[in-house]
Structures are given as structure tokens and as C-alpha cells.
């Protein structure tokens, strides 16, 4: 069985631990990062470097391939989606996505703030700009280009968070921070950064040019570069929601923008395994090994992707009972089935509390404002819709409609 080399510490000699560590670094299956790490352990750095390794072994195999069959699924069941429906479910991911980034980062949010926050976006130009950036980037996710210069770290950092960071916790360098960084969990020293912005700076122009480099599996070398971003630390805050940030964009380009929408999403439903893959790593016993490390982010990539398959099946099966009723449906006319499937498409793919302003109605069925105020007339007398806001107007589909069709 392959162990932890921090494990076979306590069962091997000395000189079998090392002997141990040369043949994993020189297996066939080992990659070699040039990324180098400081030990770390008891709350100090330690005297120790490491190169970070992985060696490419079957469980972790098996889980890449896992990665990549997920991503396909996504793919195919997105494509089966209606058109209407696409750009709303995908908002709905952004919002849990950013949601649960902030939760990880102690940040006070809650999702209609971040929904708010996305409808800002439409407007030329948003008044209230509180996470507009973090919701911005997250929207246009597969379009941030590869990094190429360290002005690219410091250029996401700024259109992420910096309106969230307070005066105090901006970057004082250049372009990062200047000074000691630590992270505490409250009871003791769980990191210290990478120390002096030259040398922070050093440290991720390694990063860049190992993001660049083709001779590994991209997964891997996208999941050791977020570790290592973690490591360098390169700002005071907001380290981790552009952490992960970075992983995403990469993933958004490599598999598609859905899996990597899920990312943190996935970490907040489990944060002790995420930290404790970050925090083990460093350990002098550890030797700069990160394939368990892979091993725990694969399986959490891997586990938010199955949570949208699911998410997507179980709703096509709703999609399908919907579309069944509505052609039995013989006492509306064809506008009004129209305008009640897209009302409840969207109700049950995006959100049951989600209302539809007459203006976003009438752009999803085509129809004028005038046959559109006729439609709500008939639906309204029928109980199929009720009208919850007057300025603008905006409707959605009452829970008696709901029931009959989907009963619980």
C-alpha cells in the first residue's frame, strides 16, 4: 500500500525513510515541480527545503479520469438545457459558488446580496459595487487569460477583492505585500508567507513559469500551483479567494466553466480535508510530496462536479414531468403554456423563490407587452401565477401550481 511518507516515519528507520523518499522522487511515475518549499512544523519554519512531488499512482489515476468523464456529463446534460434556462443556472452556481468562498474566508455575504450584486452588472453603470468584482470575474471566469507576467497576479487581485480589503490589509509592496504574514487558527501559527516582496516576487514568476510548462498533467499542475500560491501568500488578505480563483480560471479553459464554478463550493462542504491536505504538506516528514494532496483535491473537484450531475438529472426528470402536463394542458392558450414553462423551467432549475420581471418575460417568450399583460390576466384568474412585485412588475409561480404538477 502507498503511505503517507510523514506515516513511515514512525514505522521505518531513518535510512529506509530515505531510501524511501529517493525512490519515490526517481519512480517513472514522479514528477518534479521546481517548486521549492521551506519546512514547516510546530508553528516555525524549520531549516528544511523541498522540491514538491507527486508520484502519478493509480488511485490518483483513477481520479483524473473521473475528473474528465464528469466534465463530459456536464457538457452533454448543459447542452440539453433550454436555452432560456442556461444563463440563470448558471448564475445560480456563481452565487453558491462565491457564497461558500466567502464563508471559507470568514466574509459576511448572503446570496441575495450576491444576486444583487449580479443584476449591478447588467447596468452601464452599477451604484453599488459591494462584490460586483468578485461576482464579475466569477461570471467571465473562462476568459481570464493564463498568467505571463506578475502584474497579472497583482491585475486579478485588484478586479477581485480589493473593495473588500481594508485599508490596513492592502499590499504595501510594488505589486504585493512587503512585510511578515502568518495565518492563525485561532490557537496557533498554521502558516508563515513567504518573507519580502523580491523574494514573494521570485516565488511566483517560479509559479508562472511552471503553469507554462507542458510536460505534466494539467489537473496536477493546476491543483500543486494553487497549493503553492497558498504557500507564497502574496497579500496581506484575500490570499485565498484569489487562491482558488486562479485554480478556477485554469479549470474553466481546461475541462468547462461549470466544474470549475464548483470548486469552493466543494472545499466549504469540507474544510478540514482541504486544510489539512494544505497544512501537511510542509511537514520536514513530508518531504515536499504532494500526491495525497492531489489525491484530496481530485476527489473534492470531483465530488462538486457529481453534485451538478445530480442537480441537472433529478431536474430533467422534473423538465419532464412539466413538459407532459403542459401538452395535456388544454384550457390555456399556446402563449400561456409558453410563458407558464419558462416560469416554471426556471423555477425549478434556478431558484423556487426566483421572480421574473415583466421585462425579462417578455424578451425569454418574444411576445409584446401587451399580449404578454394578457397572458398574466389569464394565468393570474387560473391560480397558475401570482404577482409579487408592482415596481416594476414581477411574477412567479404559485406553490398550488407547483403541487400539481410536481407533487412532493
Do not use: W
Not at 459576511?108 to 450576491?114: G, P, V
Not at 504538506?281 to 515536499?288: E, L, R, S
Not at 387560473?382 to 403541487?403: F, M, Q, R, W
Amino acid at each position: 500500500m502507498y503511505e503517507k511518507l510523514s506515516k513511515l516515519f514512525y514505522k521505518l528507520s531513518s535510512a529506509e525513510c530515505n531510501e524511501e523518499y529517493e525512490k519515490r522522487l526517481n519512480d517513472y511515475g514522479a514528477y518534479k515541480t521546481n517548486l521549492t518549499i521551506k519546512g514547516f512544523r510546530k508553528g516555525q519554519l524549520t531549516k528544511d527545503e523541498f522540491e514538491l512531488f507527486y508520484v502519478n499512482v493509480p488511485s490518483l489515476m483513477k481520479l483524473n479520469n473521473e475528473v474528465l468523464i464528469n466534465s463530459s456529463k456536464i457538457t452533454s446534460l448543459v447542452n440539453l438545457l433550454p436555452k432560456f434556462v442556461v444563463r440563470p443556472y448558471f448564475n445560480k452556481l456563481i452565487i453558491n459558488e462565491a457564497q461558500s468562498t466567502n464563508e471559507i474566508e470568514g466574509i459576511k455575504s448572503t446570496k441575495r446580496e450576491l444576486s444583487e450584486a449580479l443584476q449591478e452588472l447588467e447596468k452601464s453603470e452599477p451604484k453599488n459595487k459591494k462584490f460586483t468584482g468578485l461576482m464579475k470575474t466569477y461570471l467571465h471566469i473562462e476568459n481570464i487569460k493564463p498568467f505571463e507576467k506578475l502584474e497579472d497576479i497583482r491585475t486579478l487581485y485588484d478586479e477581485l477583492v480589493s473593495e473588500e480589503i481594508s485599508s490596513t490589509d492592502k499590499p504595501d509592496g510594488v505589486l504585493f505585500r512587503k512585510e511578515y504574514v502568518e495565518i492563525n487558527d485561532g490557537n496557533s501559527t498554521t502558516h508563515i508567507g513567504v518573507s519580502g516582496e523580491d523574494n514573494i516576487s521570485l516565488h511566483l514568476n517560479s509559479l508562472i513559469n511552471y503553469l507554462k510548462s507542458e510536460d505534466q498533467p494539467e489537473l496536477y499542475k493546476y491543483m500543486v500551483a494553487h497549493y503553492f500560491y497558498e504557500y507564497i501568500h502574496p497579500f496581506y488578505d484575500g490570499n485565498g479567494r484569489t487562491g482558488r480563483l486562479v485554480v478556477g480560471s485554469y479549470l474553466a479553459r481546461y475541462l468547462e466553466k461549470y466544474s470549475a464554478i464548483t470548486f469552493s463550493y466543494a472545499v466549504n462542504k469540507n474544510k478540514s480535508v482541504y486544510y489539512k491536505a494544505l497544512e501537511e504538506i510542509p511537514f520536514p516528514t513530508n518531504k515536499g510530496e504532494v500526491t495525497f494532496y492531489l489525491i484530496d483535491m481530485l476527489k473534492l473537484l470531483s465530488d462538486g462536479q457529481k453534485g451538478i450531475i445530480e442537480d441537472l438529472e433529478i431536474n430533467f426528470m422534473k423538465l419532464d414531468k412539466i413538459e407532459r402536463y403542459l401538452k395535456e394542458l388544454d384550457t390555456i392558450t399556446k402563449e400561456a403554456k409558453n410563458v407558464l414553462y419558462i416560469l416554471i423551467t426556471i423555477n425549478v432549475f434556478v431558484s423556487e423563490d426566483i421572480q421574473l420581471k415583466l421585462q425579462e418575460l417578455a424578451g425569454l417568450s418574444q411576445l409584446s407587452r401587451y399580449k404578454l399583460e394578457k397572458v398574466f390576466v389569464e394565468l393570474e384568474a387560473l391560480h397558475y401565477i401570482e404577482l409579487v412585485g408592482k415596481n416594476p412588475k414581477s411574477y412567479k409561480v404559485t406553490d398550488a401550481c407547483l403541487e400539481g404538477i410536481l407533487p412532493i
